[in-house]
């Protein structure tokens, strides 16, 4: 608990706010906050508070200095370009990695997605495209994951199925 702190501390320090803007910083405090639900890893509440802080022009130094190495990887494979395609690029970071890895970037991934969703469908910017794309990154995400699905099932279900009910069907036309 005692680093959770401190890095919240560092993560709102002068320049981090730099990097984050107001909304970026918001965005990775929800996202943090729901990997609650499915994991209690310090590495992972971590890794979801700093996930897109590269991506923003963040300098890896500073992730550095108050992240674990666990949570550092973490980082760097959930880290692409705006460029990239999400999909594409996880499944180059995850090539070769431990399961418990895996299942991190999995908790992380998807609740980055949901808040990406739910934000989207309050903005009224929520399009069938997106749609499309995040069913098969939570599919993807899914089938990577191994352990107690439940967990997944009951979060999606929660997060996602009752919020957006289109995705259930996108997801039932995948299979």
Known sequence: MFRIKLFEKFITSRPIRKV??????????????LTKELSNSEDVYNSALYHDFLERGGKIEDTRKVLSFHSYQLVLALSHDEDEDTLTSLKIALQDKPQEFIN????????????????????????????????????????????????????????????IPKMREELLEEV
């Open 104 to 163: 991190d970037i999995v908790c992380i991934k998807l609740c980055d997605r949901t808040d990406n969703l739910k934000t989207r469908l309050d903005e009224d910017r929520l399009k069938r495209k997106y749609i499309k794309k995040s069913t098969k990154l939570i599919q993807y995400l899914y089938d990577s994951f191994e352990g107690d699905k439940s967990i997944l099932d009951s979060f999606i279900e929660k997060h996602i199925f009752s919020i």
């Open 20 to 33: 984050m803007s107001r909304y970026k910083y918001k965005h990775s405090k929800r996202v943090a906050n």
